[in-house]
């Protein structure tokens, strides 16, 4: 079901709500450029039309000189939204969804909680797109309509995983910083956020100008800066009574060796501790080391043209090949000495090589390589 056929379907109070929830744009006669998928309000032209609602299934593009005549626009199938002119033409990407009689009848109150389109399969797909992920089962040869599966079946039940199967390989990454303090950690997971990845700590480091400004100063002063009643940089020759009995002009071999002694109690004293709450949706834990946690959330786009260009063929092959392990599963399951029956066994054999390969490939393209330095 496409966002015009769910809106012709709404009462009019729910078109209303779903006008006011995306903005509650309102245009005027002299409007020359509409957007896709946008519901907009028309007034101001003095016709049956003002304040009659409209949906926008493809970007508009309209010069001075090919406005709209609304004086001249007329229902040609009110159910269907379609519209044309004195002539018969039929406007393409224009549709009444909500008529201004309907609209000025209305007395509920306006519900701002009411999204529309949630009820609809999340994948945002074109025809084209979508047709070349059928073309193996036989579309458009075949009407996608003469399929056993509808078009809302397909993309919610073939398609969708498809795309939550490549984004468990892949995901689309979102790095949230934030600074411990009293060494607790209590990181709520965002609503739009599908799963976790990985947190760690950065010792020292700060994401805020209210921290510690001297870069210096970032991670417990024993690190970087030695400490001494002089307050500055701890030269080795303020070590001379405890050098070693060999030769060491600078010094440098007890220096090194009293930041290594500092640095063993400091790594003693330090705790950390990060835990996924599932149940919840938080990252918690503490940690006695002052800086940031780093989380890194992964997420899931179900916007066919935000996979990138070079990994859309291989989302589109597990498609198809999911398609036609359904549609073989469904068509398996007649009377082999039916008269007509199709010899559909090609479609598992296909789907099973297409899908063998795109998850061996992506499996290997994740496996975890460890280097030892």
Not at 225 to 238: D, E, K, N
Not at 286 to 296: A, D, F, N
Request: proline letters at 5%; hydrophobic letters at 40%.
């Amino acid at each position: 079901m496409t966002k015009l056929e769910y809106l012709l379907q709404l009462l009019p109070n729910r078109v209303r709500d779903t006008w006011i929830v995306y903005g509650g744009i309102v245009v005027g006669p002299n409007q020359t450029e509409f957007a896709k998928d946008s519901i907009i309000q028309l007034a101001g032209t003095g016709t049956v039309w003002d304040d009659a609602l409209f949906f926008i299934t493809e970007d508009l593009h309209l010069t001075p000189t090919t406005l709209i005549d609304w004086n001249n626009v007329f229902f040609d199938i009110e159910a269907k939204g379609t519209l044309r002119d004195e002539h018969g033409i039929i406007f393409p990407h224009l549709f009444c969804v909500c008529s201004a009689t309907k609209f000025h009848n209305i007395t509920e109150p306006i519900d701002y909680s009411f999204v529309a389109f949630n009820a609809l399969a999340p994948v945002d797909i074109s025809d084209t797109d979508l047709e070349r992920i059928l073309l193996e089962a036989g579309v458009p040869f075949i009407r996608l309509e003469e399929l056993e599966y509808t078009r809302d079946q397909i993309l919610s039940l073939v398609v969708q995983p498809a795309i939550e199967e490549y984004y468990r390989y892949f995901p689309i990454r979102e790095v949230h910083q934030e600074i411990i303090n009293n060494n607790t950690i209590n990181i709520p997971m965002p609503p739009y956020i599908q799963f976790f990845i990985r947190a760690y700590v950065i010792p020292g480091y700060s994401a805020k100008t209210d921290f510690i400004k001297n870069p210096l100063l970032r991670y417990f002063d024993e690190v970087i800066l030695a400490t001494s009643t002089r307050g500055a940089f701890t030269s080795p020759l303020i070590n001379s009574a405890r050098r070693q009995g060999y030769v060491d002009t600078t010094g440098f071999t007890t220096y090194v060796l009293e930041k290594a002694l500092r640095q063993g109690a400091l790594n003693y004293g330090t705790k950390q501790y990060l835990h996924l709450d599932v149940k919840n949706r938080t990252l918690v834990g503490y940690s006695t080391i002052r800086g940031i946690v780093e989380v890194e959330w992964g997420s899931v786009s179900y916007k066919w043209t935000d996979i990138p260009l070079n990994r859309q063929r291989e989302v589109r092959e597990l498609a198809t090949a999911r398609l036609l392990r359904a549609l073989y599963s469904l068509r398996n399951q007649v009377n082999n000495n039916s008269i007509g029956n199709l010899n559909v066994e090609h479609f598992n054999t296909r789907a099973n090589d297409l899908e063998t390969k795109i998850l061996e490939k992506w499996s290997s393209e994740v496996e975890p390589t460890f280097i030892r330095n």
